[in-house]
């Protein structure tokens, strides 16, 4: 029988209706045990991921203005901290790929379940498992395999060098593969890239 999995959540969104749904959805999943900090202010959210390490923060993209998860990651106690998106209306594509996932408002129970479950199943799973790649550096891993330099892919993704280099160096960290070519293989066999689009 497996074992509950323990997360301490952040929920940070204005409109109490949103907040309190996605709370009580969170807290009758089945298999999942949380403690949830519900935030309303840009001030609170930095205190709480400066004090408290935290799994993940599910927040509204536009709180506090335009919101940066790179940014607020560097300052996090959890440097792995993972960060949903709440999807109101239809985020665009440049938007979603700064986030690990994204809740949308109509997201049943079980579908809300699911994708929580699957981010941390493998980083909460056994010690020799290796840990999932974030939508983000799934991007990267793509980008990589494909010839694309770090400037690149900087340009591409709207993103600093550093931050670019500093993915690189989570995935090689996480994967263990520290070669172009075992990338290539990884990004082949888990279906980011297909064959045709790599040169040779």
């Known amino acids: 029988m497996s074992e509950d999995l323990r997360l301490k959540i952040i929920i940070a969104e204005t ?3 949103v907040m309190e749904g996605f709370s009580n959805c969170l807290k009758k999943i089945h298999d999942l045990r949380t403690h949830i ?15 408290t390490e935290i799994d993940l923060l599910i927040i509204n993209p536009t709180f506090g203005g335009i919101f940066n998860p790179e940014e607020l990651r ?10 949903f998106a ?12 700064l986030y690990d996932d994204h809740l949308h408002i109509t997201d049943d129970l079980a579908a809300i379940g699911e994708k929580v ?14 840990e999932t790649l974030s939508a983000r ?15 690149e892919i900087a340009d591409k993704l709207f993103l600093s060098i550093h931050t670019v280099i500093t993915h690189r160096r989570n995935i090689a960290r996480k994967l263990e593969i520290h070669s ?18 790599i040169k040779l």
Do not use: C, W
Not at 74 to 83: A, E, F, G, T
């Open 86 to 97: 709440i999807e109101m209306g239809k985020l665009s594509h440049q938007i979603l790929a």
């Open 137 to 151: 550096e799934r991007e990267i891993v793509s980008y990589v395999v494909k010839g694309f330099t770090n400037q």
């Open 74 to 83: 560097k300052s996090s106690l959890n440097r792995d901290l993972k960060v």
């Open 180 to 197: 172009a070519t075992g990338l290539t293989i990884y990004a082949i066999v888990n279906k980011i890239v297909d064959l045709s689009e």
């Open 15 to 17: 409109a109490p209706v």
């Open 37 to 51: 900090f519900e935030i309303t202010t840009k001030k609170k959210l930095i205190e709480t991921v400066n004090n």
């Open 117 to 130: 479950k699957r981010l941390f199943h493998s980083s909460k799973g056994e010690n020799e498992e290796k």
